[in-house]
């Protein structure tokens, strides 16, 4: 409960008419994922050269777990451990204790 108030409390502070930050559409983007995964995986691409290019290292590390719930989703484990990888040098990079976690949860997955 308090988590989506926090949430919801992003998209309060924007003004009428501003897109929302890469942060808020990277965390929708997620949730997407499960209504309608091939949509959501397009917008992850767009998002994440957004993310990339304006070195909003938040919302790249969401996108970059997106894409493992893709490919997790999809059952397709070879994608799934390059992406994963790729996630975890990014977790050190930005130094995200929690994100390098989910990066070995993911790299897991695929040995088991």
């Not at 995986?41 to 777990?65: C, H, N, R």
């Amino acid at each position: 409960m308090v988590l989506s108030f926090i949430y919801g409390g992003v998209y309060f502070s924007q003004n009428p008419g501003e897109e929302p930050s890469l942060w808020v559409q990277a965390n929708d983007n997620t949730h997407e994922f499960y209504s309608d995964s091939e949509t959501a995986f397009v917008k992850m691409q767009i998002l994440l050269e957004k993310s990339v290019k304006s070195k909003d290292g938040s919302a790249e590390l969401i996108l970059l777990k997106n894409y493992c719930i893709y490919y997790e989703l999809k059952g397709d484990f070879k994608n799934l451990l390059l992406v994963a990888e790729h996630y975890k040098e990014k977790t050190e990079a930005y130094k995200s204790p929690y994100n390098e976690a989910l990066s070995y949860i993911y790299i897991y997955m695929t040995h088991s």
